[in-house]
């Protein structure tokens, strides 16, 4: 186990303990949760070491690494994906002129696919051997176990719900900063757990996922941790049916029962979105980021 003694974020080390959690799709071990008082980052202290952490991942419960979960979670899940790749080609394209994209983490591959077929050249790193076999058959393209060492720039690099997962952020941030072209773009989507659905469901909020997610971030510790690397924020944005979607496993982890766990999720998804709205607060948000 690693013990976390410093946010690396702002360095502060004033972590305060916030909260106990479980682990609801693997180990069912339970995990501590700390908030560093000066940037708000939740820190999952102490978490499993780096080559311990990939038995966490062996769940076809997993389902964004697996991509054939079953019932009706996994339909839901599939469904707002088809919905929401659409949506993330537009958002790209209104920020970044086509040309390059590096998904950073792209489990099985379905956004690259989806931008391939929209004239987009593409590339994609993904640890999971699994999840990099099905990206790679579908796309046709090979893609990086680990992090690019190529000196293709790109025009935008894309992380849905991955910087949450990687065990050293500022590391990582400064090689996007090398990998992207002089007018290049990061898009980063994690979850929020400031959100009201994240401040409702506390130890249940499904956007914890401990021990997979090893920080847990707030719009403060994302901003601090973007300007520190040489970024500046352009653009946050909300992705609003994730509220739905982690209200629905949230419900399923307090052991509400299937009637109830639709219900509650339906209600609670629309009341935090309606929440957030005043002062976008949502339940995940994307951060778009520019070079300095
Ligand atoms: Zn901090």
């Known amino acids: 186990m690693i013990a976390v003694n410093k946010c690396p974020v702002c360095s502060c080390a004033d972590l305060q303990s916030f909260l106990t959690c479980e682990d609801h799709t693997v180990s069912h071990e339970t995990f501590q949760i700390k908030i560093c008082v000066n940037c708000q980052l939740g820190i999952t202290s102490p978490r499993p070491s780096d080559d311990d952490l990939n038995r966490y991942y062996l769940s076809d419960e997993y389902i964004s690494h697996s991509g054939n979960s079953s019932g009706l979670i996994g339909a839901l899940y599939k469904s707002a994906r088809k919905v929401t790749l659409g949506w993330k080609q537009k958002l790209v394209e209104s920020h970044a002129s086509k040309s390059n994209i590096l998904d950073y983490g792209c489990g099985t591959g379905e956004f690259l696919k989806h931008m391939q077929s929209n004239g987009w050249g593409i590339a994609g790193v993904e640890p999971s051997k699994l999840a990099r076999e099905k990206a790679e058959s579908l796309t046709k393209i090979k893609i990086s176990e680990t992090p690019y060492h190529d000196q293709k720039k790109f025009a935008a690099i894309t992380l849905w719900h991955v910087l949450e997962h990687v065990p050293d952020l500022n590391h990582t941030l400064k090689q996007f900063g090398q990998l992207l072209d ?41 901003s601090h941790l973007l300007e520190a690397n040489g970024f500046n924020v352009v653009a946050i944005k909300p992705m609003m049916l994730d509220a739905f979607y982690i209200s629905l496993l949230s419900e399923k982890y307090k052991g509400s029962g299937p009637l109830k766990q639709y219900v509650a999720a339906v209600i609670n998804g629309f009341r935090s979105n309606w929440r957030a709205k005043k002062n976008t607060n949502f339940s995940s948000l994307i951060y778009i980021a520019r070079l300095k």
């Open 182 to 222: 002089k007018s290049g773009t990061v898009f980063i989507a994690v979850p929020n757990y400031k959100s009201p659905d994240g401040e409702h469901y506390k130890k249940y909020w499904a956007g914890f996922d401990v021990p997979r997610h090893l920080w847990h971030f707030s719009s403060t510790s994302m």
